[in-house]
């Protein structure tokens, strides 16, 4: 339909070519006629033979001229390959005569057989075709109907050009989708790739190539973009396309080729030049020939690697948080009952040695679910300002005791260090761990340092170093060694909880879990950079606390800190509120021996009723944070109206930093976390009370 509108526009003009046809003729009619009249009968045919001749020469003009267009015919799978593309689209001549057109365009757009070539729209579309002419991809506005449509001006051909209507905002980067269904549409028509190639390749960003045999990794590259010898080191006319791809990579891609499962995906290879580099290889056959598209994907790939780790030691790290709750209400109960046996068992009892064990291995439980809390980012938080280089150092001379004599130690430390906001022990204890993981790695492969390094990193230089969203200044630490390396099989599995790869009986595999959770909790980030025989490198990244300005006020008196209480006794009401029948009794019967009236609630809606039953009598309210139904800072919300100024003790196997939320605008509330012994539990229970005194 667009062919035969252009055609008619066509037949209906008169052009310089056919002008200069009837001029002639004229002038030979003038220049003939005026001795026609006393001309004799030979020179009154030799003048009819003339302007016989002029007329078959202007009837042959005029018939050649509305037969033949060359700016129409340059292109006969126009149409054909215009249709491809799904928005609206048409291919302009350089005087913006439309050559053909889609149907989405004519929806929008209307019959016309021209760009618009007067008013708003004609300024723009000039300047973009200007800019076509000199191989770029230019905007234009084209105003229709009262309706302004932006529009993306290409070249696509000598004198033709590529106009598709966009939506607002839509990037020049769109038009690579496009040149691969032109490319198609092309290669469909008959038409070779090279000015294609020419056309969207040259100038893009990524690199292209066109390659010349069958098999595209043994083809030899004709013509190539600038872009493919940046993104691949390589690219000259004649070399050998698979030469640029990392072999092992190569062969892989072959092989999904060959299969079929590349089609219409690309194809993720690995660049010879660095193999640590990505790409997305897209292929297209054309007329006998390769058309080859190379994006350099690596900074997305490890962005999307990280995000992937990430989201695993997420989701691990809730069922491990899950877990460790339930293990420490379980811990608290075999505390407290050993509390109860040893009053019965003392020091001398034959029972003594073995309830002792006991207790000794249910700490070591303790200090696992320590580290799966850790790992999950639920472990209670205790942040204050350090100076990273004075941390290391005192921490150093632990550290040297803890790595043996046949093992070096040896630290650097950067110039100006920053100060971190940490937990100091949580800190300790990642650094200790990435120590002793070098020690065992350097003892057991035959290497001999393990080294600490600190220092001050900019952005730049933390992305350069593994950390791919550094914003801002960053603190490093980084734990080195000379040992075996971590074998790349495993590598995307070694912060996972109870992996290891030491023997059994030597390793809990909660070492790295635990650095990870304590890093995550810090609000930093870990990374890893070990090859095969060079060793490896954990570096650990944390915020730079910028200190802010503050005018010092004046020292206050130093109050005398309260004594810890000796007698555990005391007298006074106490509501326990706790779902785990194991720890709420064994605690409940302990309290009450040692003089306290205890009331029982295993839940927080029963709690509620006790707590409005008892109105104004309750001394002190001691509950879990989680349980089913009504949790403990909800319950605290509610009951407050019947405890009035009671203090409130909540004891819970997540940190604090979990619920500490939730009780804004809550006043007099302490915090105990489990597990716990009855030691503890009645001390600060005497000085809750005794503050509230």
């Not at 993104?231 to 299969?259: H, K, M, N, T, Y």
């Not at 809730?318 to 293990?327: E, I, R, S, T, W």
């Not at 593994?466 to 080195?480: K, M, N, T, W």
């Not at 021996?593 to 309750?618: D, F, P």
């Amino acid at each position: 339909m667009a062919r035969s509108g252009a055609d008619r526009h066509r037949k209906g003009r008169i052009d310089p070519l056919t002008t200069a046809a009837v001029v002639f003729f004229l002038i030979a009619v003038v220049f003939a006629g005026a001795p026609m009249l006393n001309a004799g009968p030979a020179t009154l045919a030799g003048l009819l033979l003339l302007i016989g001749l002029a007329g078959v020469a202007f009837l042959g003009l005029f018939v050649l001229r509305a037969g033949a267009d060359p700016q129409v015919d340059a292109e006969p799978g126009a149409e054909r390959f215009i249709t491809a593309l799904s928005e609206p689209a048409c291919v302009a001549g350089a005087d913006g005569r439309i050559v053909a057109a889609n149907p989405a365009w004519r929806e929008v757009v209307g019959p016309a057989p021209r760009l618009p070539k007067g008013g708003a729209s004609a300024a723009s579309l000039f300047s973009a075709l200007s800019a076509a002419r000199k191989g770029e991809v230019a905007r234009a506005v084209i105003k229709v109907g009262g309706a302004e449509h932006q529009a993306l001006v290409a070249p696509l051909a000598p004198r033709r050009f590529l106009v598709r209507l966009t939506g607002p905002g839509v990037s020049t980067l769109a038009l690579p989708s496009a040149a691969m269904e032109v490319i198609a549409a092309v290669a469909s028509a008959g038409r070779p790739p090279p000015q294609v190639l020419d056309a969207f390749a040259a100038a893009s960003p990524f690199g292209a190539a066109l390659l010349e045999g069958e098999d595209p990794f043994g083809a030899i590259i004709v013509e190539a973009n600038p872009a493919l010898r940046a993104v691949a080191g390589g690219g000259e006319a004649g070399q050998a396309f698979g030469d640029l791809i990392d072999p092992a990579s190569r062969a892989d891609a072959a092989e999904r080729l060959a299969a079929g499962t590349g089609s219409g995906a690309p194809l993720e290879v690995r660049l010879a030049h660095d193999p640590a580099r990505i790409a997305h290889l897209y292929l297209t056959k054309t007329d006998g020939r390769w058309v080859a598209y190379l994006v350099d994907v690596s900074e997305q790939k490890q962005i999307e690697l990280q995000l992937s780790q990430s989201q695993k030691m997420q989701a691990i790290g809730q069922l491990a948080g899950g877990v460790a709750h339930d293990f420490n209400n379980l811990l608290t109960a075999v505390f407290m009952q050993l509390d109860v046996l040893a009053a019965r068992h003392p020091v001398g009892d034959p029972s003594f040695e073995g309830l002792n064990e006991i207790r000794q291995i249910a700490i070591r439980a303790a200090d696992l679910v320590r580290k799966l809390l850790a790992f999950s980012r639920k472990q209670t938080v205790q942040r204050e300002i350090l100076d990273l280089g004075e941390l290391i150092s005192e921490f150093e001379v632990l550290l040297r005791r803890v790595l043996y004599e046949d093992v070096k130690l040896t630290t650097e430390y950067g110039r100006n260090l920053p100060q971190v906001r940490v937990d100091r022990g949580q800190l300790e204890t990642a650094v200790m761990n990435l120590a002793v993981n070098a020690r065992d790695a350097v003892r057991a492969h035959g290497g001999q340092t393990v080294k600490i390094r600190t220092a001050r990193v900019t952005q730049e230089q933390a992305r350069e170093l593994g950390y791919a969203v550094a914003q801002g200044d960053q603190a490093l630490i980084e734990v080195s060694d000379d040992g075996a390396g971590i074998p790349p099989e495993v590598m995307d599995k070694i912060f996972d909880p109870f992996f290891t790869t030491k023997p059994v009986g030597e390793g809990t595999g909660l070492g790295l879990a635990t650095v990870y959770g304590i890093v995550k909790q810090s609000d930093g980030w870990i990374a890893v950079d070990s090859k095969p025989g060079e060793g490896a490198a954990f570096r650990i990244f944390l915020p730079v606390h910028h200190a802010a300005a503050v005018i010092a006020p004046a020292p206050a008196p130093i109050a005398a800190k309260r004594p810890v209480a000796r007698d555990l006794s005391g007298a006074g009401r106490i509501l326990f509120v706790e779902d785990e029948d194991a720890v709420r009794g064994v605690a409940a019967k302990l309290l009450r021996a040692r003089g306290y009236e205890v009331i029982e609630a295993a839940s927080g809606e029963e709690a509620l009723e006790l707590a409005q039953t008892h109105a104004g009598k309750i001394d002190l309210m001691i509950s879990d944070v989680v349980m089913p139904g009504m949790q403990g800072p909800d319950l605290l919300k509610q009951a407050r109206q019947y405890l009035g100024a009671a203090p409130v003790m909540f004891i819970s196997g997540y940190a604090e930093s979990e619920f500490s939320d939730l009780l804004e605008g809550e006043s007099n509330v302490s915090f105990l976390p489990k597990p716990i012994d009855i030691k503890t539990l009645a001390e600060r229970v005497k000085l809750e009370l005794q503050k509230a005194a």
